[in-house]
């Protein structure tokens, strides 16, 4: 940047210098407006000095300003003096000369006033432009406030963003951790389920050649099992015969031990003489027809009791039902009741 101030600033700096030295309003009026015209060639105006100045009321500047004006036209008066010429020629050369200043002031005045025109025109030209450029930077500022705003919303979003992130990736650091050990858990978790598996299969393949054992020796045992219930039905098909057998010897001993009695009691009448003897006869056929009824119970109740155990126990041999003899007495009883 260059250390060169511009006019206006220069011009500021000066204007500083002298309300530091010149206290008074008037007389800083008076300096500034000594400034503007022999320092930098402006012509000064009330509405100039009071804008550079800005103390006192509007009405110091136009004073001082009529001041300095007629203080300059006193200093600028000329006066010819010269021993030469005579009296009436410098009279006549100092109206020349006032006349020249007069013209030239008049003119200098009607610029002034034309200058003054234009610089009004301009002043109202740059106040509207002022005006305009204060709503437009109203606008910008205010535009400004709010992105500034925005902006600082969306820094203090960035910095919730960039806290976000960052646990985000922490989690994410985590998660990818978690992965890792969660896969590396599923690695030994299927190695396990193999070798699970493949003991599985080991013991799959013991269980099936075992339950073909089993089924092998069921399937004996139910052969086995079957033989045992044909022994027992043919078993059980004999003892009923016998038992039919038995019961027909009984009833036809019984038919002929009746026959028998009947005989004897026929005889009975033809054979009183011999009542003692019958009567000891009868008395011992009836002992043996009780005691062969109550060995025919015996049987019955052996041939019963020996059915219902081999319909239970399917693994037993056959039983042989024993006919037990008849005793010897009876023999003779039966002989002896048999007619001669």
């Known amino acids: 940047m260059s250390d060169v101030l511009s006019p206006d600033a220069a011009l500021a700096a000066e204007i500083e210098r002298l309300k530091a030295e010149f206290p ?13 015209f022999f320092r930098h060639g402006i012509t000064p105006t009330a509405n100039r000095l009071y804008q550079l100045v800005k103390r006192g009321s509007m009405g110091t500047p136009t004073a001082v300003l009529g001041e300095f004006w007629k203080e300059l036209r006193e200093k600028s008066r000329v006066r010819i003096e010269h021993p030469d010429l005579p009296a009436d020629l410098q009279a006549a050369a100092g109206e020349l000369v006032a006349t020249l200043w007069t013209r030239s002031s008049a003119s200098a005045q009607a610029a002034l006033e034309a200058l003054r025109a234009d610089t009004e025109a301009e002043k109202t030209s740059a106040r509207d432009e002022v005006m305009s450029l204060r709503a437009e930077l109203a606008r ?37 951790t978690e992965i890792a050990r969660q896969q590396d858990e599923i690695g030994a ?3 396990a389920l193999m070798q699970a598996r493949a003991d599985f299969s080991g013991e799959l393949d013991k269980l099936r050649g075992s339950t073909e054992l089993a089924e092998e020796r069921l399937r004996a045992a139910e052969k086995r099992a079957l033989l045992e219930i044909e022994r027992e039905r043919v078993a059980s098909a004999r003892l009923q015969k016998e038992l039919d057998a038995a019961t027909r010897r009984t009833e036809q001993g019984e038919a002929r031990h009746r026959s028998e ?7 009975l009448a033809d054979a009183r003489h011999q009542a003692g003897v019958l009567e000891g006869s009868l008395v011992a056929v009836r002992d043996a027809s009780a005691g062969y009824a ?12 020996a059915v219902a155990p081999r319909s239970s126990d399917r693994k037993g041999g ?4 024993p006919v037990r003899k008849q005793p010897r007495a009876t023999r003779k009883a039966a002989a002896k009741k048999k007619p001669a």
């Open 24 to 36: 008074k309003t008037r007389e800083l009026y008076r300096e500034v407006c000594a400034l503007l």
């Open 140 to 176: 910008t500022e205010t535009a400004l406030e709010q992105r500034t705003g925005a902006l600082l919303a969306a820094q203090v979003r960035i910095q919730e963003l960039e806290r976000a992130q960052a646990a985000a990736d922490a989690t994410h650091q985590a998660l990818q």
């Open 189 to 191: 978790r299927e190695r």
């Open 261 to 267: 009695l009947l005989a004897v009691q026929a005889q």
């Open 294 to 305: 109550r060995e025919l119970g015996l049987l019955r109740q052996q041939m019963t009791g």
């Open 318 to 321: 056959a039983v042989t039902v």
